[in-house]
């Protein structure tokens, strides 16, 4: 199985402010890495696949980067409605295809 | 526009059994593999259950095989979760979601509202 590990658990950032998100793999998921926002209440919501391409409407602020088992996640200046947990996924190695645990991006 | 709409949660005592149930509309429902997700209450997202479009290939947690089974109809555009022998530790928020187009089965590019299963005496 493979592990996805996100760092930090919290973020802390004003509005308007940079946000940096990381994920890790335990070994190689070949670029095959999904983010999701998801906010309380709501279903999560598919942002980036394919480590880097955004999905439909999303906005450009939300960028993906990284290969192999190193993975970030940059929204470039936070909206009010940015403020959520993002889980990275991998879909490269099945089953069982892993989520990480999350980051929380709060509000400074 | 894709809806995905869970049906079926509640409470049930440990060792119950439950089905939930996924409506979906707006896309050509046969051809999409789908899959159950869930969310623990203060943990983060565990993938549970994948089912091909045709129905004929399915995958399992190992948290849960031999316990669940996924199935769907694609006459009635529906998805399915029967769940037997539950834990108290399948307490969680249950999302269908559909697979992306091209094959990626296991990217989900639609999610249902979740539905809630509480097991517990």
């Known amino acids: 199985e493979i592990v996805m590990t996100q760092s930090p658990a919290t973020l802390s950032v004003s509005p308007g402010e940079r946000a940096t998100l990381s994920c890790r793999a335990s070994q190689s998921v070949r670029s095959n890495l999904a983010w999701y926002q998801q906010k309380p209440g709501q279903a999560p919501r598919l942002l980036i696949f394919d480590a880097s391409t955004r999905a439909t409407g999303i906005p450009a602020r939300f960028s993906g980067s990284g290969s192999g088992t190193e993975y970030t996640l940059t929204i470039s200046s936070l909206q009010s409605e940015d403020f959520a947990v993002y889980y990275c996924?991998?879909?490269?190695?099945?089953?069982?295809?892993?989520f990480g645990q999350g980051t929380t991006v709060e509000t400074k | 526009e894709v809806q995905l709409l869970e049906s079926g949660g509640g409470l049930i005592q440990p060792g119950g059994s439950l089905r939930l149930s996924c409506a979906a509309s707006?896309?050509?429902?046969?051809?999409?593999?789908m899959s159950w997700v869930r969310h623990v209450p203060g943990k983060g997202l565990e993938w549970v259950s994948t089912i091909s479009g045709s129905g004929e290939n399915t995958f399992y947690a190992d948290s849960v095989r031999g316990r669940f089974t996924i199935s769907r109809d694609n006459s009635r555009d529906t998805l399915y979760l029967q769940m037997n022998s539950l834990r108290s530790e399948d307490t969680a928020v249950f999302y269908c979601a559909k697979g992306a187009p091209a094959g990626n089965d296991a990217l989900f590019d639609y999610w249902g509202q979740g539905s809630l299963v509480t097991v517990s005496s």
């Open positions: 996924q991998q879909y490269s190695t099945w089953p069982p295809w892993t």
């Open positions: 707006g896309f050509t429902f046969s051809s999409y593999a």
